[in-house]
């Protein structure tokens, strides 16, 4: 028998991985016909609140999937130049230390999935793919005197209401994982919701003659989602590690250091710091950052300075071909030359 404490650790840790194990579905779900129910008993990931979402909701597993997805691919193009770059996410629905424990780097994997799982339900609406939702709602405000409301805008309200009950389900039906736990990433949930919430703009269609733009057709839109993990970057670096602790007659997460301003419904909280990341240490969730790329001229993250952690790097010379010397032939294409350039490639010791 292993060690009580350590059990109850490991339980802590797969209540917490039920909740994003629905990312795995990029793999278990990538190949689904969608046109029976009991083809979500193929997925791996869902708990039963998400299949009995899936066998009365068919029609929108496909968005889930595509938002499933996204959330890896802009994860990883989000960190790219950070030594922490998100490619752990890769292994869903397995995860490691560094997305189980409540810490910063899954405070933004929360969040990102809960915003690209609304995201992705609401554009689906507007582009005709589900059958019980359509366009956005006309906005409630007044038209300027240059515009008047109309194409077809994307249906945040449907979307959020279907993402919120996918996304929170696994929080609220599993009795794994401490309050804590759940707490934190309850609220980086709601925090990755409300960042796309804000997201929601106003965006124009000219009509005129001759593009004159007399008259505008405007609608409600949101940004791609790679827009939204940028402005969740912005809040995991400024992310506010937190407690859960009694206030009153109940428990609320509340930031660990006392000269901290008071948690925002649109901040990203933790609950214990990441390492450094520069070291490979499997028990701390870290592939550390030997052989990365960086980048001698930078001063930011991807810097080899940064990178590379102090250990100094490797170059070496590597041949690219590319397009040149490009001309314009009427009418109407373009004719390159493919030339070849030695470039400079850095990478960490």
């Known amino acids: 028998m292993g060690h009580p404490s350590a059990i109850a650790t490991l339980l802590c840790q797969l209540g917490l991985s039920v909740a994003i194990q629905w ?11 969608w046109n029976e129910s009991h083809h979500c008993r193929l997925l791996a990931g869902l708990v039963p609140d998400q299949f009995q979402l899936c066998r009365r909701n068919l029609e929108v597993m496909p968005s889930i999937v595509q938002a499933a997805r996204h959330t890896k691919s802009v994860c990883q193009k989000t960190f790219a130049d950070m030594r922490w770059n998100c490619s ?21 994997v929360y969040a990102l999935a809960a915003a690209a799982v609304s995201h992705s339900i609401a554009q689906a609406c507007t582009s ?65 919701r409300q960042v796309l919430s804000d997201s929601l703009d106003t965006k124009c269609k000219c009509h005129g003659v001759s593009g004159s733009c007399s008259v505008k057709t405007c609608w409600k839109g949101l940004p791609n989602l790679d827009e939204i993990a940028s402005d969740l970057k912005s809040k995991y670096l400024a992310a506010i590690r937190v ?25 990203l909280v933790y609950l214990i710091n990441s390492p450094d990341y520069c070291m490979p240490n499997q028990q701390l969730g870290s592939l550390g950052t030997q052989d990365r790329q960086c980048n001698k001229t ?42 070849r350039r030695k470039v400079e490639r850095y990478v960490c010791k």
């Open 23 to 33: 990312l795995g579905l990029t793999e278990s779900g990538s190949g689904v016909a």
């Open 88 to 108: 752990s996410i890769r292994r869903a629905p397995s995860f490691g230390p560094d997305l189980l424990k409540g810490t910063r780097e899954s405070a933004f």
């Open 128 to 192: 005709g793919e589900l059958p019980l939702c359509s366009c956005g709602s006309v906005p409630s405000e007044v038209p300027g005197p240059d515009f008047r409301w109309g194409g077809c805008g994307d249906n945040l309200r449907y979307g959020l209401q279907l993402g919120t009950a996918f996304a929170d389900s696994p929080l609220k039906s599993s009795k794994l994982g401490t309050q804590g736990l759940k707490a934190m990433n309850l609220h980086n949930n709601a925090a990755g």
């Open 243 to 267: 407690t859960h602790r009694l206030i009153g007659p109940r428990k609320q997460l509340v930031p660990k250091e006392m000269d901290v301003r008071p948690v925002k419904e649109t901040d």
């Open 298 to 339: 930078s001063v930011s993250s991807n810097s080899c300075n940064l990178m590379c952690c102090g250990r100094g790097y490797n170059t070496y010379t590597e041949e690219v071909v590319e397009r040149c010397h490009c001309k314009y032939h009427w009418c109407c294409y373009v004719v390159c030359k493919k030339c």
